[in-house]
C-alpha cells in the first residue's frame, strides 16, 4: 500500500471516531385524561428526560403531587393504547429520578413518541396520572412540551442528568449575554433539536481530534524517515 493512502485511510478512521453523541429532551405533562381509560383525577405532575441516543439511556425526573402512589413505571405503546411495563421506578418520592438502558426496539418506539410515565394508585390500579414522552424544548425559562411549562427549577433538576447538555447551554448563555433558547426539529419524532439551546450536546470519544493530530504526526514521520533511507 502506498504512503498516502496508509495516510488517508488512518486519518478516515480517526475523524470517523471522533463522532459525537446526541442527547435530547423528552417529556410530558402527567394528568388523569392521558390515562386509558381517562380518568377524573386532580393529580398533576411533569416528566422531563434526557436522551442519549448512542448507549440509549433514558433519564427523567419525575415530579408529581399524588400524596399515596402504589407504582410508577416507563410503558411501551403509543398515545391512547395502554402498554407493558419496560422500567418500574426505584422510589415514589416526588422528584423521582429514573434511568433505564432502551433496546433497539425501544429506542425506535420512543423516537416514534411510543414510550409513556405512568404513576399508580390504589384508587386507580390501571394508572393515576399519565404523560407520553415527546421531544421538548429546554431553555433557562422553563420546560415547554407544547402542553405545560414547569419552572427553571424542574428543568435543572433534568438537566443536571446530562452534565455535557446543561453546561454546553450555560457556557452559550454567558458567552453572548442572551439567553439560548432551542426549538424542535420539524418532523417532531426524532426528538433532535438544534443546537442554540441545551437540547443537544456532544460526548466526544476517546478517539477525537488530539488523537487524530497524533496519528497523522507518527505517519508523516515514518514517511520522512523512508525517504531520507
Known sequence: MKPSAVL????????????????????????????????ASTFKGNAVCTYDDVVRQLTCTITHDVPAPTSGHFHTAAKGVVGNVIYTFPTLVSPIVASTSLSPAQDTLLKANGLYVNIHTAANPGGE??????PIVVTD????????????????????SSSSSSSSSSSSSSGSGNTSTSSSTSGGTSGKTDDGGCNTSSDSSPWGFGALAVGVAVVLGALRKRRAA
Open 141 to 160: 425559562a422553563g420546560v415547554t412540551d407544547g402542553s405545560t411549562t414547569t419552572d427553571a427549577t424542574t428543568s435543572s433538576s433534568s438537566s443536571s
Open 129 to 134: 396520572i399519565r404523560a407520553q414522552l415527546e
Open 8 to 39: 488517508s485511510a488512518l486519518v478516515a478512521f480517526l475523524v470517523a471516531g471522533s463522532a459525537s453523541a446526541a442527547v435530547t429532551n423528552w417529556g410530558g405533562a402527567l394528568n388523569g385524561a392521558n390515562e386509558v381509560p381517562a380518568n
